[in-house]
């Protein structure tokens, strides 16, 4: 099932998206979030991380193998026969009977072996590690996974978890969230109407160079220092995009310095 969800509007509100995603959680679902980076994944998968008695965060970075997430090394000398890696570490205290999370982010770089390790954790209830050891979660450990789009995730892997689209905001609830930041009603709508149409350019031609919250923010705090509007948004919110030159005739088409 998808549940499509745009970011909200102000941080005041991220709680009732976090109850939304909660009540998934609590009846014993893994969640994948889903959208582009900088629209809330992160934080959201923070907040609901507070429900549970301990959390384990990994990153998988292009490259990660199976080895670095769940069971790596051969330790000489020693009675164990590996290294556990952060998965098995989180399985073996959901064993022992704590309420765990487990927090992917960068799932769109793991490769089809760890989405099979994962599907059985999340439907036999069970990390099967190197030696013919088993370690059994129970219902005590739950997945989040975080993902950009486009990600590379296997349908047998969908088909057990609840996929939750992050969206860009539209254009109202982008001017309501500047105006909070400090920036004037003018120039606040302006700022929008152009962030969204760029956003929802980018969306239609397979683009993945949003502007995110985080560089809506960094255009308020540069304008508060006194930064020209076009200067601000090339340093601020278009820093990592490929697609400079029309926003920013377009920026001062309607917000000249």
């Given at each position: 099932m998808v549940h499509t969800v745009s970011a909200p509007p102000l941080a005041l509100h991220l709680h009732g998206l976090r109850d939304r995603v909660g009540v998934l959680i609590d009846a014993g679902l893994h969640v994948l979030l889903w959208g582009p980076p900088g629209w809330g994944k992160t934080t959201l998968s923070g907040d609901l991380a507070r429900r549970f008695d301990e959390v384990v965060n990994t990153t998988v970075w292009p490259?990660?193998?199976?080895?670095?997430?769940?069971?790596?090394?051969?330790?000489?000398?020693?009675?164990?026969?590996?290294?556990?890696?952060?998965?098995?570490?989180?399985?073996?205290?959901?064993?022992?009977?704590?309420?765990?999370?487990?927090?992917?982010?960068?799932?769109?770089?793991?490769?089809?072996?760890?989405?099979?390790?994962?599907?059985?954790?999340?439907?036999n209830q069970a990390l099967h590690l190197p030696g013919g050891r088993t370690i059994h979660t129970g219902s005590r450990l739950t997945v989040i996974l975080e993902a950009n789009p486009p990600a590379r995730i296997p349908d047998f892997m969908l088909d057990r978890l609840q996929r939750v689209e992050l969206r860009p905001w539209p254009v109202e609830a982008i001017e309501a969230w500047m105006q909070t930041q400090g920036l004037g009603d003018p120039e606040a709508a302006a700022i929008a109407r152009l962030v969204a149409s760029h956003n929802d350019s980018e969306a239609r031609t397979g683009g993945n160079k949003l502007i995110s919250v985080r560089g809506l923010s960094a255009y308020c705090r540069l304008r508060a220092v006194g930064l020209g509007a076009t200067q601000a948004a090339e340093l601020g919110m278009l820093s990592h995009c490929d697609h400079r030159e029309p926003f920013l005739t377009a920026l001062q088409a309607v917000w000249p310095d």
């Open positions: 490259g990660t193998d199976e080895a670095t997430l769940i069971a790596g090394r051969v330790l000489a000398g020693t009675e164990t026969p590996y290294e556990l890696g952060p998965w098995a570490r989180a399985a073996e205290r959901a064993e022992a009977g704590g309420r765990v999370l487990l927090r992917i982010a960068e799932a769109q770089n793991m490769p089809t072996v760890c989405h099979q390790h994962l599907a059985s954790l999340s439907g």
